[in-house]
């Protein structure tokens, strides 16, 4: 090796003291991270909602309406069965497009599809629109995040 190839004691010692100080930098900005941005396990789950009564929502049909601040939807199947879920894609987070001449909800930004039961029949997604808890209370339809 010629001198100009090797490293300097100093400029060694000066990097192996730099891992000391960069662990010191990294680890409370990770423990910051962990308190601005907690897990989903830990957030207050939002309160149940009433978004329609039976009576205004006919058998195939479909509303809809906001839920913790993002776009949902809720379908009736029939006259028993009603859906409800989120309407962001799981691939990236678009918003889904509700098209009633293919009874799917389609995703512009690349091409996913959900069926009807939010299930993922095309495209990216990798898996099926978050799904919501439904009940009916009296002529109240009423939703509310599943809990884990």
């Known amino acids: 090796m010629s001198k100009k190839e090797q490293i300097s004691r100093r400029r060694f010692l000066t990097i192996l003291g730099g891992i000391p100080l960069a662990g010191a930098v990294l680890a409370p900005t990770a423990a910051m991270t962990q308190f601005l941005y907690p ?14 009564s039976l009576s205004e929502l006919p058998v195939g049909g ?24 989120y309407r962001k894609c799981t691939h990236l987070g678009c918003t889904v497009i509700w098209k009633p001449e293919d009874k799917i909800f389609f995703c512009p930004c690349h091409g996913g599809k959900f069926d009807l039961d939010g299930k993922n029949i095309g495209g990216p997604p990798p898996k099926p629109l978050i799904a919501l808890q439904v009940t009916v209370d009296g002529d109240k339809v009423i939703v509310q995040e599943r809990s884990a």
């Open 39 to 52: 897990p989903a396990s830990l957030r207050t789950p939002p309160k149940p909602l009433q978004v329609a």
């Open 62 to 85: 479909l509303k809809e309406f906001e839920y913790n601040d993002a776009p949902a939807a809720l379908v009736r199947k029939s006259e028993q069965e009603i859906l409800a879920f």
